[in-house]
């Protein structure tokens, strides 16, 4: 039976992107609270990232780190976590606010850089 899925969307790959209900209330806002009601940001991230990076952690280098702007949130951006199932879906498997990229993403391997408008 396929879990129940919260948010849905594609990237602006064209990879479909999804959340489980079970992930979102059992692992993102059991440490992540402050994201309790804001799924629709999470979404947002995941259709209009400014950047998607590779992790830069080699036990999870197949991950894709998405970061975008996190209004109203405790901090400026919004970090995605996905993992790939296939070249085609990922699922994600964390989310959380930061102030800025960090060093959790490998820049050698950018994905995804949004365009200036």
Same mark, same amino acid.
């Given at each position: 039976?396929?879990?129940?899925?919260?948010? @849905?969307?594609?990237?602006?790959?064209?990879?479909?992107?999804?959340?489980?209900?079970?992930?979102?209330? @059992?692992?993102?806002?059991?440490?992540?609270?402050?994201?309790?009601?804001?799924?629709? =940001?999470?979404?947002?991230?995941?259709?209009?990232?400014?950047?998607?990076?590779?992790?830069?952690? #080699?036990?999870?280098?197949?991950?894709?780190?998405?970061?975008?702007?996190?209004?109203?949130?405790?901090?400026? =951006?919004?970090?995605?976590?996905?993992?790939?199932?296939?070249?085609?879906?990922?699922?994600?498997?964390?989310?959380? #606010?930061?102030?800025?990229?960090?060093?959790?993403?490998?820049?050698?391997?950018?994905?995804?850089?949004?365009?200036?408008?």
């Amino acid at each position: 039976m396929q879990e129940k899925r919260l948010i @849905e969307t594609l990237d602006p790959r064209g990879i479909y992107v999804y959340c489980t209900t079970e992930r979102w209330y @059992e692992h993102i806002l059991m440490q992540h609270d402050d994201l309790e009601g804001n799924e629709s =940001q999470v979404e947002n991230v995941i259709k209009n990232p400014s950047t998607i990076y590779g992790s830069s952690n #080699p036990k999870f280098s197949e991950r894709d780190v998405y970061h975008g702007r996190a209004d109203g949130l405790s901090k400026k =951006q919004l970090r995605v976590i996905t993992k790939p199932l296939d070249g085609q879906t990922q699922e994600v498997v964390s989310a959380f #606010p930061v102030e800025e990229m960090g060093d959790s993403v490998d820049k050698q391997r950018p994905k995804y850089i949004k365009p200036h408008d």
